[in-house]
């Protein structure tokens, strides 16, 4: 019963951690949001503590990240899905992410490249 309580800690404190990396969130950053201490939320995220995460903070975690708190508590799903696509998910969406971001630094330069040339042929 006791293992089953850990395991089912540690995905929720997985989502926890998946969530708050998705939202570009340090743990010190959604430490402070919700006004814990980060070794604490540390804690939440790698199920270190013997104790249960209260339903009132779940549902600060959960709004402060912006997501339903049943999607962080949603353990039969995680059980039922492997937890190695959950995470190659994951890291796919982190890399799209990355990939979409650096497309826009590259647009902006180009923007502000254009901006100078416009700027400078403005005063003729």
Known sequence: MKEDFQAEMRCIGM??????????????????????????????ENASTNKSISLPMLIRISRVL????????????????????????????FE???????DMDKMLEQFEKADKIFSSKGGD
């Not at 708190?69 to 799903?77: E, K, V």
């Open 66 to 93: 912006d997501v339903e708190l049943a999607l962080l508590t949603d353990i039969d799903g995680i059980y039922k899905s492997d937890l190695k696509n959950f995470w190659s998910d994951m890291k796919d969406t």
């Open 15 to 44: 989502r926890i951690a998946g969530f708050r990396k998705l939202r570009n969130m340090t743990q010190a950053e959604l430490a402070d949001k919700l006004n814990i201490n980060k070794n604490y939320l540390s804690q939440i």
């Open 96 to 102: 799209e992410i990355k990939k979409l971001n650096d």
